[in-house]
């Protein structure tokens, strides 16, 4: 389960620390936030593999966990969850199921069940993509093993490693708006608080000549005004 990115929803800083240290030592990458509007935020921005969302939440604008997990599976309908009740919750517990739950744990709960049910959820969860080896374009393809682009009219371009991983990771998530911030963190593996995202346009900017793509209308790596990218290629 190594190398999976998670996010605890949790309004108790105690509890909240707390799972994210467990699922820490499992070897799993853990965001934490502390009420309703930020965890909805970074579910919806965020690569994550599975949320823990407790559904009693402070919020401006989104006051319930349950309205959490509505929008989530309208926005990111693949994406594990498991609610956090406490246990005489019980008629949350199944509306949360019928909204789309995959799971749910019950406070207080062990260290051991929570990381038994998140690993089952895991298990059970369709993979993203992890073995995606090329993309297609409409005039040739990009062979991301190589780190290359092939076009049809025989001519060769070589990308550079950062280059193949940004179109790795946007592809892997394509149907989704990726922020600026989401891959210099993912895909940068650095702080987005610590680099301009200004390092992102320059390297989109690149990459697109190499694919031959208009700058006024590209068809792959497209632009989401005032949000981010978006990958509109097949793969």
Known sequence: MSGRHLLVIEDDAAIRRGIADALALDGFSVSEAEDADGGLALALELDVDLVLLDL??????????LEVLEQVRRERPTMPVIILTALGDEADRVRGLRLGADDYVVKPFSVDEL???????????????SDLTRVEMDDGLIDLERREVCFE?????ALSEREAELILYLARNAGRVVSRQELLSRVWRIDPTDVATRTIDMHVTRLR??????????RLLMTVRGKGYKFGGRT
């Open 209 to 218: 000549e190499k694919l031959r793509e208009r700058p006024t209308s590209p």
């Open 115 to 129: 990381r038994a049910r998140v690993q089952a959820v895991l298990r059970r969860s369709p993979e993203r993509p």
């Open 153 to 157: 009219d025989g001519e060769r371009c």
């Open 56 to 65: 009693v939440l402070p919020g401006d604008r989104v006051r319930h966990g």
